[in-house]
């Protein structure tokens, strides 16, 4: 689900459910810990709603539910998405964040990667090594050098990226 909201460019929705299934919040005072009665560092596969175990977690160190958190933060929260040797920038961030670094490993190279959230901006820019590229997608080469990525996000062009997704609901 929160996938589907960070298609949407629901950015705010994407952090509030992103944090109600952080387990690190569910251990952030002592009755926290007493609730959830699980490790506060693995992700629980269940979180129980009905008394008498209401807050409880269930299902620790379930890896496929770890997977996807991983996957949801780096693809759909940061908005990195590799295929094949291109790298696709649409991060659905909160709005607190002016930006964010990313060093990211493409087999033996290394990518210093920032992201600044411009609102007044009209189009994304992205810049790989002080070269203008096209739109929000960089090429990864595998040449062992390290490289710098800035990344300048407006509003606008990421919401339409974004829209290539067409989620049209049932009433």
């Known amino acids: 689900m929160i996938i589907a909201f960070a298609r949407l460019g629901n950015n705010k929705r994407v ?3 992103l944090q109600l299934i ?3 919040n569910h251990g952030l005072t002592a ?6 009665k699980v490790e506060p560092y693995v992700l629980a596969a269940d979180v129980y709603s009905l008394a008498p175990h209401a807050g409880r977690g269930g299902w620790t160190w379930y ?3 770890a997977g996807w958190l991983y996957r ?3 693809e759909s929260l940061l908005g990195l998405q590799q295929v094949g040797n291109q790298l696709t920038f649409v ?6 964040w002016g930006s964010f670094k990313i060093h990211y490993r493409y087999k033996n190279t ?5 992201i600044t959230q411009n609102r007044s901006s009209e189009k994304t820019n992205a810049v790989l090594d002080d070269i203008q590229q096209q739109g929000n997608v960089i090429t990864l080469t595998d040449d062992g050098t390290d490289h710098q990525v800035d990344i300048t996000l407006s509003r606008k062009s990421a919401a339409q990226q974004i ?6 609901p049932s009433l």
């Not at 009755?31 to 959830?36: E, L, P």
């Not at 829209?163 to 049209?168: D, E, F, G, I």
């Open 110 to 114: 290394l990518y210093h990667i920032v």
């Open 31 to 36: 009755g926290d810990i007493n609730t959830y």
């Open 63 to 65: 890896t496929g539910s």
């Open 72 to 74: 949801l933060i780096i």
């Open 91 to 96: 991060p659905c961030i909160p709005e607190e």
């Open 15 to 17: 952090w509030e459910l």
């Open 22 to 24: 952080n387990p690190v």
């Open 163 to 168: 829209n290539k997704y067409t989620l049209t």
